[in-house]
């Protein structure tokens, strides 16, 4: 298969959804020759947060000299953005002769009650992990696709687990509270392995702090057992003051904005100074390193500023009530008394849309609902979005102004020529990594 082959049949694939169990990546993994054996790996999970740790991790990682690799999901704009080296994307025929090299065996699971046909996701995992060896990667930073417990990645002994900061969202598939989702979560604590927890709501902690004590896992929890304070916060990035185990005090700036990326990144630094504290890992990581590699992580849409002048154009991702909460609170911080400002969201329709714009509205003058033209389970409606925008003030109370445009492309086109006409300080759009992704070039190019 050529690479625009093996996309169409990642997506074919994709038809069998998201399975529980281990099984088919299990299988796949054996047919590959257990790949994942052949390098060490950090495994991060969580709701909110899990992309951004993974990057400050690699990123410390590489400038601590190490050969890594990083696999996260989803992508932005290419499938090939998922699985990187050293920082390098997997080239287009490389992922397509993996693919291709797996297929056979997938195809013969499927007709094989006992395992079953795999699904994207878990060709992409086997495909990750036979890159990785043959490209001599010494630690992989591995992000979970969903949950824990039966993701895919969980086919790893992990040198320390991190989980970051727990949240509800996916409830159809990890559970109706806190709780559940967290427990699900707790799943890839592993034996003896080390975890590092970000900061969490009481109720999730207690289901962590039980799981790690069951599996004789030694539990870090950053902001009780690692302390960190907020620096400074600005358009630029997030300075942070940290209490790390192995590297004492440390003062580190990452590019990536807000009040939760410094909670990241203290639970990113906590997880290196953990790796760098085990003898078995022999991890060489200096404060330097931490402070060089925190300073370079970047992750795309995530409060990713592509334009400043002659306004602001931000490109988050928050496509949760936690994670509009976050970007809310960060669009306050950094546009402290700057209006007007405008705000282009659209969102997938499992999500809590009412509570989203409840977080989102109240801190834009000009709200533009529109749709991503793909997601993996479908868009919400526009006109929604722009019902639940209004809703935020009632009736009697003013609001923003509130429009509808599809496609997005077009939605944010008219989102730029108000903020033009209006002297805006700001645009966001936000809501969905799928309309990030569908709209990111407009600036790119």
Known sequence: MNY??????????????????????????????????RMRHVHIAGTNGKGSAAVMIEAVLRAAGYRTGLYTSPHLQRYTERIRVCGQEIPRDELAALVTSLAPAARGFA??????????????????????????????VVEVGLGGRYDSTNVITPEVSVITHISMDHMDKLGNSLSQIASDKAGIIKPGVPVVVGPQEPEAVSVLEAAARREGAPLTVVGRDVGFDVVSIDIKGTTV???????????????????????????????????????????SISPDDLRQGLASAANPGRFEVVAS????????????????????????????????????????????????????????DVVVATAAAHTRSGTADPEGLATAARAVWGAEAPGPEVYVKTPA????????????????????????????????????S
């Open 4 to 37: 625009e082959e093996t996309m169409a049949y990642l997506g074919a694939l994709a038809r069998f959804g998201v399975k529980p169990g281990l099984e088919r990546t299990g299988a796949l993994l054996d047919f590959a020759g257990q790949p994942q054996r």
């Open 111 to 140: 007709d094989d009650p006992s395992i079953g046909a795999p699904t994207e996701f878990e060709v992409a995992t086997a495909a990750c992990f036979r890159w990785f060896a043959s490209q001599g990667v010494e630690i992989a």
């Open 241 to 283: 003051d940290m209490d790390l185990p192995l590297f004492g005090p440390v003062r580190a700036t990452t590019g990536l904005v807000g009040e939760h990326q410094a909670a990241n990144c203290a639970t990113a630094a906590a997880a290196l100074g953990v790796l760098a504290g085990m003898t078995t890992a022999s991890a």
């Open 309 to 364: 002048d002659p306004f602001a154009v931000v490109l988050d991702g928050a496509h949760n009530p936690d994670g509009a909460r976050a970007l809310a609170s960060t669009v306050e911080r950094v546009f402290s008394g700057m209006r007007p400002r405008v705000l282009v969201v659209a969102c997938s329709r499992d999500k809590q849309i009412d509570e989203m714009m409840q977080a989102l509205a109240p801190c834009f």
């Open 409 to 444: 492309h077009d939605a944010v086109r008219l989102g730029l020529a108000i903020a033009r006409q209006r002297q805006a300080a700001a645009m966001v759009v936000a809501g969905s990594l799928y309309l990030i992704g569908e709209v990111r070039d407009i600036w790119r």
